[in-house]
C-alpha cells in the first residue's frame, strides 16, 4: 500500500514562509499526478499545486499562484511544498495526494492516495 506523511506545518506570523514536505514509499514516476490541497476548518477541501509525477510541470490554484511552489525530489521520494508570502487566509490542514490520468484537474475526487495531513496556522 502506499503511504503518503507530511511534515512541516506549523504556526507562523503572516509574510512568514513554510515548507511542507510529503514523503512517499513509491517511486514518484510510477504515478501521473501529485498534488496538495488544503480544508479550512469548517470548508471544503480545495487544490492549490499540482504537478505531474514524469514530466515535472506544474499549476497552481489563483490563491496561491505566485506564492507557493511545488516542486519534487525523485531521488528522496519526497513532494516539497514552498510556502512564501503566507496570509492568514492560508489556515488549513494541508494533504499531498497521489493520483492517476485526471490530476491535471486538481479535484479532490480524482485523487486516490491521500497523506493524513498537517497543520498550517498564520496569524
Known amino acids: 500500500d502506499m503511504q503518503l506523511v507530511e511534515s512541516g506545518g506549523g504556526s507562523v506570523q503572516a509574510g512568514g514562509s513554510l515548507r511542507l514536505s510529503c514523503v512517499t514509499n513509491?517511486?514518484?514516476?510510477?504515478?501521473?499526478?501529485w498534488g496538495w490541497f488544503r480544508q479550512p476548518p469548517g470548508k471544503e477541501r480545495e487544490g492549490i499545486a499540482g504537478i505531474h509525477g514524469l514530466i515535472g510541470s506544474t499549476f497552481y490554484a489563483d490563491s496561491v499562484k505566485g506564492r507557493f511552489t511545488i516542486s519534487q525530489d525523485n531521488n528522496k521520494n519526497t513532494l516539497y511544498l514552498q510556502m512564501d508570502s503566507l496570509k492568514p487566509e492560508d489556515t488549513a490542514m494541508y494533504y499531498c495526494?497521489?493520483?492517476?490520468?485526471?490530476?491535471?484537474?486538481?479535484?479532490?475526487?480524482?485523487?486516490?492516495?491521500w497523506g493524513q495531513g498537517t497543520q498550517v496556522t498564520v496569524s
Open positions: 495526494a497521489a493520483g492517476g490520468l485526471e490530476g491535471w484537474r486538481l479535484l479532490p475526487e480524482v485523487f486516490d492516495d
Open positions: 513509491i517511486n514518484m514516476r510510477k504515478r501521473y499526478y
